[in-house]
């Protein structure tokens, strides 16, 4: 997943790749922000930066010069440099360790919201871009300016003065809304107590890692590095059950209410502006376009896997009978240890022997040494302040020079980010502003599970499009400005390499220095589809709750009556009484409507996949293509012709559908 702030308000010998040296620069200097403010004065910065922002503003507002995509977008972009530094607001409002600066961070955002909202809304600024000349604009600057003008009108600069002041209020609402509810989903930590009998079952470096207290009990979190290997190893169903809960209940019952407000505000807002409903206003300008496309999409995926993924259950309940022969269903909170087991008895594939492979250390490595090998560049250390001890930093270099830097916060903490995602600081462009990322995960310090592994590679393949994409002269179209339902596929297509021998032999290493065998690896690639069915079922539910949420009127509908009828037509899992899913279901805020894009995306990257897997995985001269024409375009031209440009041929979703076709 990766996060943008922008005007949408509206990541055969062994080879260990170190790098520990050779090292960056050193730096005591911050890249855009002082980590070491204190909340007060990180509020007077930003109110600093803003309030420049306003000043260059006005005076673009009222430049009577001739306007030119020159003279315009340069005024435009400088007022934006400055302004990026609010990304990195975004950012501490996620990972850093105090709360004040959080509670600062979460203020100066409300700030920039209402300035951006008047950036879209001035009138003076709109005719100032609808009078350019674009006879003499190349192709991208034509694009550029035609994509403004359409948001332009989407935010309702053409609306009467009432309106405008209407949507800006209810976008500054819909802000503060929004981040109050990533907020409670973050603050709101829960754990279960568990007895040793009941930790039977899991790793023992998991076991050695959660001692009993004095009265003999043991707390279980739902930080990742907790909940997730209790769901696949413990043998304790009640544990299972009872954690699943828990997690399944975080910021219940405060998003409740909140949801609410942000459904509704978001719906008034789409109306207002002449839209049926606000997914039909967050997918216009989007590749799928419409929510009738985008619920078609969806239904197309959920009929292809509806076959394999009951075939999946069966298997699933079959083995649940073997501990509870009147089991007549399998619950959610039991699917991933069943799995498990199915992997070991069907497949040979034990899951606590391939997480022997994967410490934490040697899978970052790894993950460096591929996107080294694959694109020719170089990841070295940044020396530079953090906002935490387990923050690192780092810089990619490519012939010797410094083309992006990025922050690694990669384990789990109170009050910190609890999923994994890219952010997006700074976009880089053609006159040499170096591209930005963050990232945030909660992995374990050691052993990792091969799911993890493929989440960080997944926050990794954002971080690398942000680091090739600023290729352009104007902000507007460089780095990932480009429809937002393509910003995935990258992300998704570089999964695949976690599969792949040659990759993993290089990074997965056991404790006695023993590469993963290649057998292992083939039972893995065996196993690898065995369930594959069921989740994307799953997703395909998710993206319905998101798609359903805000494709109707917010008072036709209950949250928890929807989400019921919609899981009980498109999950595999019955729901679980008292866990009230949608109040953590993040992406409703930052992704709203378009929970889609997942599987959209997927569609796009198993297109792109195909030219790899006909000339090698590994392919330095594909990889390179790749980079230029479709993470290198950014945001010149409309997705489908870069598609186009690297395949030979128009995307299709043919190669998806075929796909799915492999999990019967």
Known sequence: MTRFLSGALLALGVILPTHAAPQAEVSTAVDGWDYSLPGEELAQECATVIEQAREDFAAIENDTSEPTVANVYSRVDAMGKGLQRIQYVSYMMAVHPDTEVQAAAQDCIQLYSDFRVGVDLSQKFYRRVAAIDLD??????????????????????????????????????????????????????????????????????????HPADEDGVIRISTDYPDYFPVLQYSDSDDLRRRIFIAAKSIATPANEETLTELLEKRHELARLLGYQSYAAMAMDGLMVGTPQRAASFLAEVGDAVREPAARDMEILLARLREVDPEAQRVEAWQAPWLMNKVRQEQYALDAMEIREYFDFERVQAGIFGLSEDLFGIDIVRWETPTWHEDVTAWEIRENGKPIGRFYLDSHPRENKYSHAAHWTLRTGLRDGQLPLSGMAMNFPRGLMEHNQVDTFLHEFGHLLHNMFSGTQPWLDISGMNMEWDFVEAPSQMLEEWIWDYQTLRRFAVNSEGEPIPAALVEKMRRARHFGEAANTAQQIFYANISLNYYSRDPGSFELLPLMMELQARYSPYPYVPGTHFYNNFGHLNGYSSNYYIYQWSKAIATDLMSRFRTAGLRNTDVAQAYRAKVLGSAGSRPADEMLKDFLGRPFSTAAYKKYLDTLH
């Open 136 to 209: 003499s604009a190349s192709p991208a600057e034509r694009l550029m300016v035609e994509r403004r003008l359409r948001d332009f009108r989407r935010a309702g600069v053409d609306r009467d003065e009432a309106t405008r002041e209407k949507v800006r209020e209810l976008i500054n609402e819909i802000t503060a809304l929004g981040t109050q509810f990533d907020k409670n989903i973050r603050t709101d930590r829960r754990s279960v107590e568990a007895s040793a009998a009941q930790l039977q079952g899991l790793p023992e470096d998991y076991v050695a890692a």
